[in-house]
Nanobody, 126 residues
Framework: QLQLVESGGDLVQPGGSLTLSCTAP????????IGWFRQAPGKGREAISC???????NYADSVKGRFATSRDNAKNMVYLQLNSLTSEDTAVYYC????????????????????WGQGTQVTVSS
């Protein structure tokens, strides 16, 4: 079964930046919408962002203006750029997939996405 692979998590200082990556080995993500989610210790999984197959994006209010998602179809990669990080951003970050080119991220609740990866840990601490 297809499983996405996240990478790029790290320990970063408050105010720092990080870029996370999401890919699917051996499977083209070209016609998929990709969502980013995160789960902090003791909390539920939170929707962060969504990018449609043709590049339409949407963000949760909690990260709007600080995080940016993009995709490079030639590299089969979807990225999440994290800026101005605070301790509240500490979490395991996951990407999920909606297998259609006709989804434009008007909403991006977790139940719509599949093919979750194992996640990548982001820790913001001095």
């Amino acid at each position: 079964q297809l499983q996405l692979v996240e990478s790029g998590g790290d320990l970063v200082q408050p105010g720092g930046s990080l870029t996370l990556s999401c890919t699917a080995p051996g499977f083209a993500l070209t016609n998929s919408a990709i969502g980013w989610f995160r789960q902090a210790p003791g909390k539920g999984r939170e929707a962060i962002s969504c990018i449609s197959a043709n590049g339409v994006t949407n963000y949760a209010d909690s990260v709007k203006g600080r995080f940016a998602t993009s995709r490079d179809n030639a590299k089969n990669m979807v990225y999440l750029q994290l800026n101005s990080l605070t301790s509240e951003d500490t979490a395991v970050y996951y990407c999920g997939r909606i297998p259609t080119s006709g989804y434009f991220c008007t909403s991006f609740q977790q139940s719509l996405f599949n093919n979750w990866g194992q996640g990548t840990q982001v820790t913001v601490s001095s």
